[in-house]
């Protein structure tokens, strides 16, 4: 069966590092999306991979191991709007999105 | 306006009741879905429209009907409801390119939150 695997709750403190893992297993492999949602809004497009290797965005970077069926999300120089759910979810042959349960981060001062 | 617009954002009804909720997407896409997100679960797809071809999950009761009068807009009948379908349902757009990965990015409306008494 598919299936995307994230842990359900982390906790990190502002101005720190933080790494978001996601495995997933999927019927063939069209890339893998993480999503930002803070509570009471629209999940927001963080970022794409498709290629191994690590992708920056300013704070945020997206890793991607396809070898291993692996991605993560890192979130650096932390801040109290970081706080929210942030959801994996991996692009399967038939182009059909097959989605974790999101990781719950929450900051501390 | 822009983006994607949910109305309403929530909704109380009872099991016999009727109601819709409605979507529109101000971005030009071609394809809009309709997901189902309860606490802790996965996003569930329910619907989706795409390039005017309306692909459904089949696990999907009867009771939720969908309706695309036209590209921009999108709505969720709802009929006979059960306390389970409380829930978020969101509503999306992306342009869809049939055949390409990484096109079918996801603009997502903030949902309408549904109970069900």
């Known amino acids: 069966g598919q299936n995307i695997d994230q842990p359900t709750e982390m906790t990190a403190t502002e101005g720190a590092i933080v790494q978001i893992n996601c495995t997933y297993q999927t019927s063939g492999f069209n890339g893998l999306f993480w999503y930002q949602q803070h509570a009471g809004e629209a999940p927001t497009f963080l970022s794409y991979?498709?290629l191994d290797g690590l992708e920056e965005k300013g704070r945020f970077s997206s890793f991607l191991s396809r070898s291993k069926g692996y991605s993560y999300l890192l979130l650096k120089e932390l801040q109290m709007k970081d706080s929210a759910s942030y959801l994996c979810a991996g692009m399967d042959s038939n182009y059909q999105l097959i989605w974790g349960a999101g990781t719950k981060l929450i900051i501390k001062p | 306006e822009t983006g994607v617009t949910q109305t309403p954002r929530h909704l109380v009804m009872g099991m016999t009741n009727k109601k819709s909720l409605k979507c529109e997407q101000h971005?030009?896409?071609?394809?809009m879905y309709w997901y189902k997100q309860s606490a802790k679960k996965p996003l569930e797809l329910m619907f989706v429209?795409?390039?005017?071809?309306?692909?459904e999950n089949n696990s999907v009761p009867s009771r939720f009907s969908p309706e695309c009068p036209n590209s921009s807009h999108l709505f969720l009948h709802l009929h006979t409801l059960q306390p389970e379908d409380s829930a978020l349902y969101l509503c999306?757009?992306?342009?869809?390119?049939?055949?390409?990965?990484?096109?079918?990015?996801?603009?997502f409306g903030a949902g309408s939150r549904l109970t069900v008494l």
């Open positions: 429209y795409s390039l005017e071809e309306r692909v």
């Open positions: 991979n498709v």
């Open positions: 971005l030009g896409h071609n394809a």
């Open positions: 999306a757009s992306s342009q869809a390119q049939q055949g390409l990965s990484g096109a079918n990015v996801l603009t």
